[in-house]
C-alpha cells in the first residue's frame, strides 16, 4: 500500500487493504493468500474500468449538466453489461 492510502479506513470504513511485512515481521501464508484475492479483485475492477472509459464522456472532464451525468452512467454500464451477456 502506498501513502496515498494512509487513513482511508478512517474515511471509508468498508476499504480493504492488503497486508503489509515488516523486517521483523514477515507476511504469513494465509496474509499472502489475503492479499492475492484481494488484488485478483482488484483487478477484475480495475479491467472494468479501463473498459469504460474508452467512452470520452468518462475518461476526460465532464462539461455537461450534471442532472444528466447519472443517466449517462447508467447507459454507458448497460451497454458495458449487454456486450458481456
Known amino acids: 500500500v502506498d501513502s496515498g492510502y494512509q487513513g482511508i479506513q478512517q ?4 476499504s480493504q487493504l492488503p497486508k503489509k511485512k515488516t523486517k ?3 507476511l504469513t501464508k494465509a496474509d499472502k493468500k489475503a ?5 485478483s479483485k482488484r483487478v477484475t475492477n480495475e479491467h472494468v474500468i479501463g473498459k469504460l472509459k474508452c467512452f470520452k ?3 476526460c472532464r465532464y462539461r455537461n449538466r450534471r442532472k444528466r451525468f447519472g443517466l449517462r452512467v447508467n447507459l454507458i454500464s448497460a451497454i458495458y453489461n ?3 451477456g
Open 11 to 14: 474515511t471509508h470504513a468498508n
Open 35 to 39: 492479499n492475492r484475492k484481494l488484488s
Open 82 to 84: 449487454f456486450e458481456l
Open 57 to 59: 464522456i468518462l475518461s
Open 24 to 26: 521483523l515481521k514477515p
